[in-house]
T-cell receptor, first 114, second 113 residues
Framework: SQTIHQWPATLVQPVGSPLSLECTVE??????LYWYRQAAGRGLQLLFY??????ISSEVPQNLSASRPQDRQFILSSKKLLLSDSGFYLC?????????????FGPGTRLTVL | GDSVTQMEGPVTLSEEAFLTINCTYT??????LFWYVQYPGEGLQLLLK?????DKGSNKGFEATYRKETTSFHLEKGSVQVSDSAVYFC????????????FGTGTRLKVLA
Protein backbone atom coordinates (compact mmCIF):
# COMPACT_ATOMS: atom_id res chain seq x y z
CA SER A 1 0.00 0.00 0.00
CA GLN A 2 1.04 3.58 -0.53
CA THR A 3 2.03 5.91 2.28
CA ILE A 4 3.10 9.52 2.39
CA HIS A 5 5.37 11.00 5.03
CA GLN A 6 6.08 14.58 5.97
CA TRP A 7 8.58 15.99 8.40
CA PRO A 8 8.97 17.69 10.62
CA ALA A 9 5.48 17.61 12.11
CA THR A 10 5.91 21.01 13.75
CA LEU A 11 8.46 23.74 13.33
CA VAL A 12 9.04 27.12 14.97
CA GLN A 13 11.44 29.37 13.11
CA PRO A 14 12.53 33.01 13.43
CA VAL A 15 11.89 35.49 10.65
CA GLY A 16 14.72 35.50 8.14
CA SER A 17 15.79 31.90 8.78
CA PRO A 18 15.88 29.22 6.08
CA LEU A 19 13.31 26.47 5.67
CA SER A 20 13.32 22.92 4.41
CA LEU A 21 10.27 20.68 4.55
CA GLU A 22 10.42 17.18 3.18
CA CYS A 23 7.79 14.87 1.76
CA THR A 24 8.28 11.29 0.62
CA VAL A 25 5.90 8.78 -0.88
CA GLU A 26 6.24 5.01 -0.64
CA UNK A 27 4.64 2.24 -2.61
CA UNK A 28 4.19 3.95 -5.97
CA UNK A 29 6.30 5.19 -8.87
CA UNK A 30 6.32 8.49 -10.72
CA UNK A 31 3.57 10.11 -8.67
CA UNK A 32 2.37 13.64 -9.23
CA LEU A 33 3.37 15.61 -6.13
CA TYR A 34 1.87 18.74 -4.63
CA TRP A 35 2.58 21.30 -1.92
CA TYR A 36 -0.32 23.20 -0.36
CA ARG A 37 -0.46 25.79 2.37
CA GLN A 38 -3.36 26.31 4.70
CA ALA A 39 -3.45 29.50 6.74
CA ALA A 40 -5.30 29.36 10.07
CA GLY A 41 -9.00 28.82 9.47
CA ARG A 42 -8.61 29.10 5.72
CA GLY A 43 -8.82 26.88 2.67
CA LEU A 44 -6.04 25.26 0.67
CA GLN A 45 -3.62 27.25 -1.43
CA LEU A 46 -1.70 25.29 -4.06
CA LEU A 47 1.95 26.33 -4.00
CA PHE A 48 3.77 23.90 -6.30
CA TYR A 49 3.19 20.70 -8.18
CA UNK A 50 5.47 18.29 -9.98
CA UNK A 51 4.78 15.62 -12.58
CA UNK A 52 8.33 14.24 -12.63
CA UNK A 53 11.89 14.57 -11.36
CA UNK A 54 13.12 18.11 -11.82
CA UNK A 55 9.74 19.31 -13.16
CA ILE A 56 8.24 21.96 -10.90
CA SER A 57 5.25 24.20 -11.59
CA SER A 58 4.81 27.23 -9.36
CA GLU A 59 1.37 28.56 -8.65
CA VAL A 60 2.14 31.51 -6.41
CA PRO A 61 5.11 33.89 -6.75
CA GLN A 62 6.65 34.22 -3.31
CA ASN A 63 9.81 33.49 -1.38
CA LEU A 64 9.25 29.73 -1.41
CA SER A 65 10.72 27.19 -3.82
CA ALA A 66 10.30 23.49 -4.42
CA SER A 67 12.53 20.73 -5.69
CA ARG A 68 12.11 17.10 -6.62
CA PRO A 69 15.53 15.48 -6.44
CA GLN A 70 14.17 11.93 -6.53
CA ASP A 71 11.06 10.31 -7.96
CA ARG A 72 9.22 10.12 -4.65
CA GLN A 73 10.75 13.03 -2.78
CA PHE A 74 9.44 16.57 -2.79
CA ILE A 75 11.10 19.39 -0.85
CA LEU A 76 9.77 22.84 0.01
CA SER A 77 12.38 25.48 0.79
CA SER A 78 12.89 29.09 1.61
CA LYS A 79 16.07 31.12 2.01
CA LYS A 80 14.46 33.67 4.32
CA LEU A 81 11.16 33.10 6.09
CA LEU A 82 8.55 35.82 6.47
CA LEU A 83 5.89 36.07 9.15
CA SER A 84 3.30 35.44 6.45
CA ASP A 85 4.84 32.02 5.77
CA SER A 86 3.27 30.66 8.96
CA GLY A 87 0.68 27.99 8.30
CA PHE A 88 -0.03 24.33 7.86
CA TYR A 89 1.85 22.81 4.93
CA LEU A 90 0.42 19.78 3.25
CA CYS A 91 2.05 17.48 0.75
CA UNK A 92 -0.10 15.34 -1.50
CA UNK A 93 0.30 12.84 -4.31
CA UNK A 94 -1.77 11.36 -7.07
CA UNK A 95 -1.16 8.49 -9.45
CA UNK A 96 -1.60 10.35 -12.73
CA UNK A 97 -3.74 12.87 -14.47
CA UNK A 98 -6.80 10.73 -15.16
CA UNK A 99 -10.00 12.42 -14.15
CA UNK A 100 -10.90 9.57 -11.81
CA UNK A 101 -7.70 9.94 -9.89
CA UNK A 102 -7.73 10.59 -6.16
CA UNK A 103 -5.30 12.89 -4.39
CA UNK A 104 -3.82 11.62 -1.12
CA PHE A 105 -2.51 13.89 1.60
CA GLY A 106 0.25 13.66 4.15
CA PRO A 107 -0.17 14.50 7.84
CA GLY A 108 1.11 18.05 7.39
CA THR A 109 3.75 20.30 8.93
CA ARG A 110 2.70 23.17 11.16
CA LEU A 111 5.10 26.07 10.68
CA THR A 112 5.16 29.05 13.01
CA VAL A 113 7.38 31.97 12.06
CA LEU A 114 8.12 34.33 14.95
CA GLY B 1 -12.36 27.87 -15.73
CA ASP B 2 -13.01 25.21 -13.13
CA SER B 3 -14.41 26.23 -9.77
CA VAL B 4 -16.00 24.78 -6.65
CA THR B 5 -18.38 26.66 -4.38
CA GLN B 6 -19.21 25.43 -0.91
CA MET B 7 -21.63 26.78 1.64
CA GLU B 8 -20.11 29.04 4.24
CA GLY B 9 -19.58 27.67 7.69
CA PRO B 10 -19.41 27.09 10.48
CA VAL B 11 -22.27 24.67 10.68
CA THR B 12 -23.30 23.78 14.23
CA LEU B 13 -25.61 20.83 14.83
CA SER B 14 -26.76 18.75 17.73
CA GLU B 15 -25.84 15.08 17.82
CA GLU B 16 -28.15 12.89 15.67
CA ALA B 17 -29.22 15.85 13.52
CA PHE B 18 -29.34 15.66 9.71
CA LEU B 19 -26.43 17.20 7.85
CA THR B 20 -26.28 18.79 4.41
CA ILE B 21 -23.25 20.65 3.11
CA ASN B 22 -23.85 22.15 -0.30
CA CYS B 23 -21.29 22.00 -3.09
CA THR B 24 -21.69 23.21 -6.66
CA TYR B 25 -19.09 23.17 -9.37
CA THR B 26 -18.16 24.59 -12.75
CA UNK B 27 -16.12 22.41 -15.08
CA UNK B 28 -15.71 21.31 -18.67
CA UNK B 29 -17.05 17.83 -19.13
CA UNK B 30 -17.74 15.52 -16.24
CA UNK B 31 -14.76 15.16 -13.93
CA UNK B 32 -14.72 13.01 -10.82
CA LEU B 33 -15.94 14.75 -7.70
CA PHE B 34 -14.54 14.33 -4.22
CA TRP B 35 -15.30 15.10 -0.61
CA TYR B 36 -12.36 15.31 1.77
CA VAL B 37 -12.48 15.63 5.56
CA GLN B 38 -9.89 17.29 7.77
CA TYR B 39 -9.90 16.58 11.49
CA PRO B 40 -8.18 19.08 13.79
CA GLY B 41 -4.43 19.15 13.33
CA GLU B 42 -4.41 16.53 10.59
CA GLY B 43 -4.09 16.32 6.83
CA LEU B 44 -7.02 15.80 4.50
CA GLN B 45 -8.55 12.35 4.12
CA LEU B 46 -10.65 11.20 1.23
CA LEU B 47 -14.20 10.77 2.50
CA LEU B 48 -15.96 9.72 -0.69
CA LYS B 49 -15.94 10.23 -4.41
CA UNK B 50 -18.09 9.80 -7.51
CA UNK B 51 -16.61 9.26 -10.95
CA UNK B 52 -19.57 9.90 -13.24
CA UNK B 53 -22.99 11.51 -13.38
CA UNK B 54 -25.68 9.96 -11.14
CA ASP B 55 -23.05 8.03 -9.16
CA LYS B 56 -23.47 8.06 -5.42
CA GLY B 57 -20.40 8.03 -3.24
CA SER B 58 -20.76 6.83 0.32
CA ASN B 59 -18.58 6.21 3.35
CA LYS B 60 -19.02 6.25 7.13
CA GLY B 61 -22.71 7.14 6.78
CA PHE B 62 -21.99 10.09 4.50
CA GLU B 63 -23.41 10.22 0.99
CA ALA B 64 -23.15 12.50 -2.03
CA THR B 65 -24.72 12.14 -5.47
CA TYR B 66 -23.16 13.50 -8.66
CA ARG B 67 -25.90 15.67 -10.21
CA LYS B 68 -24.88 16.95 -13.63
CA GLU B 69 -28.22 18.71 -14.17
CA THR B 70 -27.64 20.97 -11.20
CA THR B 71 -23.81 20.68 -11.22
CA SER B 72 -23.94 19.75 -7.56
CA PHE B 73 -22.38 17.23 -5.19
CA HIS B 74 -24.02 17.90 -1.84
CA LEU B 75 -22.77 15.99 1.20
CA GLU B 76 -25.38 14.45 3.49
CA LYS B 77 -25.51 12.38 6.65
CA GLY B 78 -28.65 11.26 8.38
CA SER B 79 -27.40 11.37 11.96
CA VAL B 80 -24.20 13.19 12.85
CA GLN B 81 -21.97 12.37 15.80
CA VAL B 82 -19.62 14.51 17.84
CA SER B 83 -16.74 12.66 16.14
CA ASP B 84 -17.87 14.10 12.77
CA SER B 85 -16.72 17.55 13.85
CA ALA B 86 -14.19 18.54 11.21
CA VAL B 87 -13.71 20.66 8.11
CA TYR B 88 -15.16 19.27 4.88
CA PHE B 89 -13.79 20.12 1.42
CA CYS B 90 -15.42 19.54 -1.93
CA UNK B 91 -12.97 19.10 -4.82
CA UNK B 92 -12.49 18.15 -8.45
CA UNK B 93 -9.48 17.61 -10.72
CA UNK B 94 -8.85 20.41 -13.18
CA UNK B 95 -10.33 19.85 -16.63
CA UNK B 96 -8.09 22.43 -18.29
CA UNK B 97 -5.25 20.06 -19.11
CA UNK B 98 -3.19 20.68 -15.98
CA UNK B 99 -2.54 18.35 -13.08
CA UNK B 100 -4.13 20.58 -10.49
CA UNK B 101 -7.09 20.00 -8.23
CA UNK B 102 -9.69 22.61 -7.43
CA PHE B 103 -10.87 22.76 -3.81
CA GLY B 104 -13.73 24.57 -2.20
CA THR B 105 -12.99 26.85 0.73
CA GLY B 106 -14.05 24.21 3.25
CA THR B 107 -17.01 24.04 5.62
CA ARG B 108 -16.40 23.66 9.32
CA LEU B 109 -18.85 21.36 11.09
CA LYS B 110 -19.25 21.37 14.85
CA VAL B 111 -21.46 18.74 16.44
CA LEU B 112 -22.61 19.29 20.02
CA ALA B 113 -23.42 16.48 22.41
Amino acid sequence: SQTIHQWPATLVQPVGSPLSLECTVEGTSNPNLYWYRQAAGRGLQLLFYSVGIGQISSEVPQNLSASRPQDRQFILSSKKLLLSDSGFYLCAWSVDSLSTDTQYFGPGTRLTVL
Amino acid sequence: GDSVTQMEGPVTLSEEAFLTINCTYTATGYPSLFWYVQYPGEGLQLLLKATKADDKGSNKGFEATYRKETTSFHLEKGSVQVSDSAVYFCALPSTSGTYKYIFGTGTRLKVLA
